[in-house]
Protein backbone atom coordinates (compact mmCIF):
# COMPACT_ATOMS: atom_id res chain seq x y z
CA UNK A 1 0.00 0.00 0.00
CA UNK A 2 1.33 3.19 -0.72
CA UNK A 3 2.28 6.39 1.94
CA UNK A 4 -1.21 8.09 0.29
CA UNK A 5 -3.54 5.41 1.24
CA UNK A 6 -1.93 4.45 4.70
CA UNK A 7 -2.18 8.55 5.74
CA UNK A 8 -5.58 8.66 4.53
CA UNK A 9 -6.08 5.68 6.85
CA UNK A 10 -4.49 7.08 9.69
CA UNK A 11 -5.93 10.62 9.37
CA UNK A 12 -9.73 8.58 9.42
CA UNK A 13 -8.51 6.60 12.30
CA UNK A 14 -7.34 10.54 14.11
CA UNK A 15 -11.00 11.50 13.10
CA UNK A 16 -12.24 8.34 14.53
CA UNK A 17 -10.54 9.16 17.88
CA UNK A 18 -11.47 12.56 18.00
CA UNK A 19 -15.55 11.27 17.95
CA UNK A 20 -14.56 8.67 20.55
CA UNK A 21 -12.87 10.99 22.75
CA UNK A 22 -15.47 14.15 22.59
CA UNK A 23 -18.69 11.63 23.03
CA UNK A 24 -16.80 10.28 26.55
CA UNK A 25 -15.35 13.42 27.94
CA UNK A 26 -18.86 14.81 27.08
CA UNK A 27 -20.68 12.89 30.12
CA UNK A 28 -18.78 14.89 32.77
CA UNK A 29 -19.33 18.16 32.46
CA UNK A 30 -21.13 20.93 34.78
CA UNK A 31 -24.48 21.48 34.36
CA UNK A 32 -25.37 24.65 32.25
CA UNK A 33 -26.99 27.71 33.95
CA UNK A 34 -27.50 29.36 29.85
CA UNK A 35 -27.45 27.43 26.92
CA UNK A 36 -28.18 29.57 23.46
CA UNK A 37 -31.19 28.32 20.89
CA UNK A 38 -30.96 26.02 18.72
CA UNK A 39 -31.81 28.72 16.59
CA UNK A 40 -29.03 30.50 17.13
CA UNK A 41 -26.64 27.44 16.80
CA UNK A 42 -28.22 27.09 13.15
CA UNK A 43 -25.75 29.66 12.14
CA UNK A 44 -22.56 27.90 12.15
CA UNK A 45 -23.54 24.74 13.00
CA UNK A 46 -25.19 24.37 9.65
CA UNK A 47 -21.77 25.43 8.16
CA UNK A 48 -19.63 22.94 10.04
CA UNK A 49 -21.91 20.20 8.55
CA UNK A 50 -21.27 21.49 5.34
CA UNK A 51 -17.42 22.42 5.49
CA UNK A 52 -17.11 18.28 6.54
CA UNK A 53 -19.24 16.49 3.99
CA UNK A 54 -17.23 18.80 1.47
CA UNK A 55 -14.17 17.64 3.08
CA UNK A 56 -14.75 14.05 3.47
CA UNK A 57 -17.35 13.68 0.43
CA UNK A 58 -16.43 16.78 -1.62
CA UNK A 59 -13.81 14.64 -4.40
CA UNK A 60 -17.32 12.84 -5.68
CA UNK A 61 -19.16 15.68 -6.34
CA UNK A 62 -19.17 17.37 -10.00
CA UNK A 63 -16.87 19.73 -10.92
CA UNK A 64 -14.94 21.87 -9.59
CA UNK A 65 -15.22 20.37 -6.40
CA UNK A 66 -14.18 17.12 -7.34
CA UNK A 67 -10.62 18.70 -8.46
CA UNK A 68 -7.21 17.39 -7.52
CA UNK A 69 -5.35 21.18 -6.83
CA UNK A 70 -2.82 18.74 -4.80
CA UNK A 71 -1.05 15.82 -6.16
CA UNK A 72 -0.46 13.40 -3.32
CA UNK A 73 3.27 12.81 -2.92
CA UNK A 74 5.01 10.66 0.46
CA UNK A 75 6.20 14.13 1.68
CA UNK A 76 2.44 15.64 1.69
CA UNK A 77 1.07 11.81 2.89
CA UNK A 78 3.50 12.40 5.88
CA UNK A 79 2.92 15.60 6.41
CA UNK A 80 -0.86 15.51 6.44
CA UNK A 81 -0.33 12.83 9.41
CA UNK A 82 1.95 14.59 11.21
CA UNK A 83 -0.60 17.50 11.17
CA UNK A 84 -3.48 15.81 11.88
CA UNK A 85 -1.88 13.96 14.94
CA UNK A 86 -0.74 17.27 15.90
CA UNK A 87 -4.00 18.97 15.97
CA UNK A 88 -5.53 15.88 17.35
CA UNK A 89 -3.19 16.29 20.15
CA UNK A 90 -3.83 19.68 20.40
CA UNK A 91 -7.51 19.30 20.65
CA UNK A 92 -6.86 16.79 23.28
CA UNK A 93 -4.94 19.05 25.49
CA UNK A 94 -7.74 21.55 25.50
CA UNK A 95 -10.37 19.34 26.18
CA UNK A 96 -8.34 18.07 29.59
CA UNK A 97 -7.53 21.28 30.32
CA UNK A 98 -10.73 22.78 30.52
CA UNK A 99 -12.08 19.82 31.89
CA UNK A 100 -16.16 20.16 32.87
CA UNK A 101 -16.32 23.57 31.13
CA UNK A 102 -16.35 22.68 28.03
CA UNK A 103 -19.76 22.52 26.07
CA UNK A 104 -19.90 21.59 22.32
CA UNK A 105 -22.49 24.66 22.16
CA UNK A 106 -22.15 27.99 23.60
CA UNK A 107 -23.52 28.17 27.54
CA UNK A 108 -22.64 29.26 30.46
CA UNK A 109 -21.63 26.63 33.56
CA UNK A 110 -22.65 26.50 36.63
CA UNK A 111 -19.76 27.91 38.46
CA UNK A 112 -17.90 28.43 35.12
CA UNK A 113 -13.76 29.19 35.38
CA UNK A 114 -11.97 31.21 32.87
CA UNK A 115 -9.18 28.89 31.85
CA UNK A 116 -5.83 30.54 31.00
CA UNK A 117 -4.04 27.00 31.11
CA UNK A 118 -2.31 24.51 29.01
CA UNK A 119 -2.52 25.48 25.48
CA UNK A 120 -5.08 27.97 26.41
CA UNK A 121 -1.97 30.20 27.28
CA UNK A 122 -1.42 30.45 23.26
CA UNK A 123 -4.95 30.53 22.11
CA UNK A 124 -8.28 31.76 23.35
CA UNK A 125 -9.88 28.83 21.54
CA UNK A 126 -7.13 25.80 20.95
CA UNK A 127 -10.03 22.78 20.45
CA UNK A 128 -11.13 25.16 16.93
CA UNK A 129 -7.15 25.45 16.73
CA UNK A 130 -6.91 21.74 16.70
CA UNK A 131 -9.43 20.92 14.48
CA UNK A 132 -8.75 23.39 11.75
CA UNK A 133 -4.87 21.70 12.15
CA UNK A 134 -6.63 18.43 10.90
CA UNK A 135 -8.94 19.78 8.69
CA UNK A 136 -5.91 20.94 6.95
CA UNK A 137 -4.03 17.35 7.54
CA UNK A 138 -7.39 15.54 5.49
CA UNK A 139 -7.63 18.44 2.91
CA UNK A 140 -3.70 18.58 1.88
CA UNK A 141 -3.82 14.80 1.52
CA UNK A 142 -6.98 14.18 -0.21
CA UNK A 143 -5.76 17.20 -2.32
CA UNK A 144 -9.62 17.95 -3.69
CA UNK A 145 -10.55 21.47 -4.14
CA UNK A 146 -13.95 20.50 -2.17
CA UNK A 147 -11.70 19.67 1.04
CA UNK A 148 -10.18 23.13 0.26
CA UNK A 149 -13.50 24.85 0.52
CA UNK A 150 -14.47 22.60 3.45
CA UNK A 151 -11.30 24.26 5.82
CA UNK A 152 -12.78 27.75 4.74
CA UNK A 153 -16.21 26.90 5.89
CA UNK A 154 -15.24 25.35 9.42
CA UNK A 155 -13.17 28.37 9.92
CA UNK A 156 -16.08 30.19 9.16
CA UNK A 157 -18.25 28.58 11.45
CA UNK A 158 -15.50 28.74 14.29
CA UNK A 159 -15.10 32.29 13.77
CA UNK A 160 -18.88 32.95 14.22
CA UNK A 161 -18.82 30.54 16.99
CA UNK A 162 -16.12 32.55 18.85
CA UNK A 163 -17.02 35.80 18.48
CA UNK A 164 -20.73 34.60 20.10
CA UNK A 165 -18.65 32.72 22.84
CA UNK A 166 -16.28 35.43 24.11
CA UNK A 167 -19.29 38.32 24.40
CA UNK A 168 -20.68 35.52 26.50
CA UNK A 169 -17.53 35.73 28.41
CA UNK A 170 -16.70 39.79 28.58
CA UNK A 171 -20.50 39.37 30.55
CA UNK A 172 -19.63 36.63 32.69
CA UNK A 173 -15.48 38.28 33.52
CA UNK A 174 -15.50 41.62 32.48
CA UNK A 175 -12.49 42.68 34.44
CA UNK A 176 -10.45 39.27 33.67
CA UNK A 177 -11.65 38.56 29.73
CA UNK A 178 -10.17 41.66 28.21
CA UNK A 179 -7.44 41.27 29.64
CA UNK A 180 -6.97 37.62 28.44
CA UNK A 181 -7.99 38.64 25.18
CA UNK A 182 -5.18 41.31 24.80
CA UNK A 183 -2.73 38.66 26.04
CA UNK A 184 -4.01 35.87 23.79
CA UNK A 185 -4.73 35.41 20.77
CA UNK A 186 -8.32 33.84 19.52
CA UNK A 187 -7.15 30.88 16.69
CA UNK A 188 -3.43 31.12 15.42
CA UNK A 189 -0.62 31.58 18.10
CA UNK A 190 0.93 34.94 17.99
CA UNK A 191 -1.03 35.89 14.76
CA UNK A 192 -4.76 35.78 14.93
Same mark, same amino acid.
Given at each position: ??? =?????? @??? /????? @? ?5 ? /? ?19 ? %?????? !??? %? ?10 ? %????? =? ?33 ? $? +? ?18 ? !???? %? ?7 ? $? ?5 ? @??? +???? @? ?20 ? !? ?15
Amino acid at each position: MDA =CSNAIK @FIS /ACWSI @FLAVWIV /ASISTKPSIYRESRAQRLRYS %LLLVVS !YLL %LVYGRRLPHPFD %LRLIR =CVDVLAWTGSLLCVGGLAFCIWARISIGRNWSGVV $T +LKEDHQLVEHGPYRWVRHPI !YTGL %LMMYLATAI $TLGHGAG @FSG +LLLA @FASFWIKLNIEEKLMLKQFPDR !YPTYQRRVKRIIPFVL
